[in-house]
């Protein structure tokens, strides 16, 4: 449970802020884009707001299984143009009700658009870099943006209880564990994905 708390200063407010931001609510179809710890937070998050349908994109087999067990229904391992074909073809060519940009990339941008429906709101929290809001599916398709840096402290009270009570468990992101003489490994592990999230204890591993 303590690695599940310490989410809730950073990765788990901030995925649920995506889900938030896009509006997701029961029964609704959601796209997630971006595998990291954020994304798959958004994953728990988007489950317990109540989506019937979760689709995750991922192409990495351990990110794809921790997907699954955070509430994803399906998993999407295209990339681009062929990842927001995939998710047309899913969808009878509607696309999603919320989808929820969780990378920053230019390209993750465009697909979290190309895959939202009309009428319907990109939840975005990734930082962005590169990144062009393509204002014509603004505008034309009726797609809204909202998100930004997540207000940590405002989710926290309503996250605590489902963490205290085991109804979630974000702090399985935390799968490198290491002390403070092994932080630059951290980064080279979450920087080659091998890691999602890495830990830092003050004691030895």
Known sequence: MRRSLLTLSDVMCTGHH???SAGVKKGDVV???GDGAVGLCAIIAARRLGAGRIIAMSRNPARQGMARTFGATDIIPER????VKRVMDMTDGIGVDAALECVGTGESMNTAFGVARPGSVVGAIGAPHGVVVPIDKVIFRNIGLRGGVSPV???IPELLDDVVEGRINPGLVFDYVTNLQGIKQAYVEMDERRAVKSLLTMGVV
């Open 31 to 33: 796209c997630v884009v």
């Open 153 to 155: 402290r405002r989710y």
């Open 80 to 83: 681009g143009d062929d990842a």
């Open 18 to 20: 995506a889900a938030v």
